[in-house]
């Protein structure tokens, strides 16, 4: 550093300031004007390689699912084993709507548990039901029945019949008579043996149109399930709201729960159709 005080210059050398002439501070110029440095020889050194943040273009974030829990006080204020339990039993009716409605082949335990609506009975706590192999001539394969015995109820008899016809039938929300009429399309698989017994005949053969059709049938079952669960949770979602006793904290979390349940309960009766929709269309017969 050289600070110029009138005819006299400071110059700094280390950490002193020397006191010296414009005459003498010309002739150091000039010296250093001179001087050449030797070129040294740098070993071992290594370039400084500073690092760089790259920043990531049209970066998406993904949300994390959250555990939503509810302190045990909360869960009863709003009814969740309640909840729970309604869940439940949608679940386990769409469970047996796809194993009773959507087979393949029919066997007799299918038919133990056919409603009879007019004595809030199954058919298999008044019947007697077992299988038969039936053939009228050599030259004609064998056909595959059901017997159905009502010796002991003869006069269930008309009802049973509309309950088995409603079973078969292709459109599940078709709606049996109270006189206990059989649906006529399904008429024809019904033979009577005598007053108190009737045969069904089953299909041995499973075509590419029954599986179409069952699956649809299936289809539409998860529809409605799903449906159902939706009213489940709308049910529980209003009683959060009606509850001026509960924190508009409390109100958040209750329904944050209730949006998560029933999104986890659709996926579960997603899956169980996604197993059985697999087996229906598979080329296995």
Known sequence: MISAVFNKFWVTSGVRYVSM??????????????????????????????PVRFKSKNKVRKDTAKLISLTEELKQAIKVEDMSQDYLKLMDRFEDSLYGKLCLKLTPELFYTIPIPSERVQLGDVATIVSQTTSQSTNIQPTSEILIDLSGR??????????????????????????????????DLIQDVDQTQFTVRLRTVVTGDVRNELTRRGRDMLHQTKKDMDKVYQK????????????????????????????????????????KEQELLSDQT
């Open 21 to 50: 002439s414009r005459t003498a501070l010309a002739d150091i110029v000039s010296s250093l004007s001179n001087f050449t440095a030797e070129p040294q020889k740098l070993r071992n050194v290594q370039p400084l390689i500073l």
């Open 154 to 187: 003869p006069d269930l008899v008309p009802a049973a019949k509309a309950a088995v016809s409603q079973y078969l039938s292709s459109d599940s929300d078709a709606s049996i008579s109270k006189k206990g009429r059989a649906n006529s399309s399904n008429s």
């Open 236 to 275: 529980y979602s209003k009683l959060v709201t009606s509850m001026s006793a509960l924190s508009e904290d409390d109100k958040r979390v209750a329904n944050e729960y209730l949006k998560s349940t029933v999104k986890a309960q659709h996926v579960k009766a997603e899956q169980a159709w996604k197993a």
